[in-house]
């Protein structure tokens, strides 16, 4: 005859398999970190206009890793054009070289600096260039070409002085209507080309005062070489 010991037993047995079931469905929850942010590389540019009475259009920067805005003996790209018969830096600042970039959104004033801030995720191989337009020209414009930053150390600064450009495109007659500044107020960009087509260091305004009838610029729209005093910082 079983006692009720026996009977007992199985029971309890069964009783504890069923209490272990719901311990199993208590999942541990791991806490996963978000990832880390990407290391950020910026560099602080300040721009000085050291001319007596040529505004500069508003300076743009870019970083790239291959290619040149541009060439001296070499034809000017559409892009280039614009920039130098306008002011406008917009598209040379989307060209598909161009990985990251600032702009700007005034012109530079003689004797005024400005500061902007580039930063990218990708300093290897960076380079740095910066493009401008005297708006008292024909075509004329000036900048920094492909400057390598690459190796640049946080709080080290290279500085530079900027040179007078021409892109070759529009002829320097300063006729009236043919420059995009305050001196004319007149035509900005123009695809006609009707100069000699290549980028070359630019000769400097002639003036009315200098015996060009035509001209609407004169003595004080000259300028000397260099145009822009620049200096970059790695700041980060």
């Known amino acids: 005859m079983l006692n009720k010991k026996s009977l007992l037993l199985p029971l309890l047995g069964i009783a504890l398999l069923g209490c272990g079931g719901d311990d199993d469905k208590d999942e541990m929850v791991i806490p996963v970190e978000p990832p880390a942010p990407a290391p950020m590389y910026s560099y602080e540019v300040t721009v000085s206009n050291l001319t007596y009475a040529q505004p500069l259009s508003p300076i743009g920067i870019a970083l790239h890793k291959e290619g040149n805005f541009w060439q001296l003996g070499e034809m000017a790209s559409t892009e280039l054009e614009t920039l130098a018969e306008s002011g406008d830096n917009s598209a040379l600042l989307a060209l598909d070289m161009v990985d990251i970039s600032v702009s700007d959104s005034a012109p530079l004033g003689p004797g005024n600096s400005i500061t902007?801030?580039?930063?990218?995720?990708?300093?290897?191989?960076?380079?740095?260039?910066?493009?401008?337009?005297?708006?008292?020209?024909?075509?004329?414009?000036?900048?920094?070409?492909?400057?390598?930053?690459?190796?640049?150390?946080?709080?080290?600064?290279?500085?530079?002085?900027?040179?007078?450009?021409?892109?070759?495109?529009?002829?320097?007659?300063?006729?009236?209507?043919?420059?995009?500044?305050?001196?004319?107020?007149?035509?900005?960009?123009?695809?006609?080309?009707?100069?000699?087509?290549?980028?070359?260091?630019?000769?400097?305004?002639?003036?009315?005062?200098?015996?060009?009838?035509?001209?609407?610029?004169?003595?004080?729209?000259?300028?000397?070489?260099p145009l822009m005093a620049v200096s970059i910082t790695r700041i980060q």
Request: hydrophobic share 40%.
């Open 116 to 225: 902007l801030t580039v930063t990218t995720e990708d300093m290897m191989d960076a380079k740095l260039s910066l493009v401008s337009m005297m708006v008292n020209t024909n075509d004329g414009f000036s900048g920094l070409n492909a400057i390598d930053v690459s190796a640049l150390e946080v709080g080290v600064k290279l500085n530079f002085k900027t040179r007078a450009y021409d892109s070759g495109t529009e002829a320097n007659d300063e006729a009236i209507g043919t420059i995009p500044g305050p001196a004319d107020m007149g035509e900005g960009f123009n695809a006609l080309r009707n100069d000699v087509d290549f980028v070359a260091v630019h000769p400097g305004v002639v003036g009315n005062d200098d015996g060009l009838s035509q001209s609407v610029l004169n003595y004080e729209h000259k300028f000397d070489n």
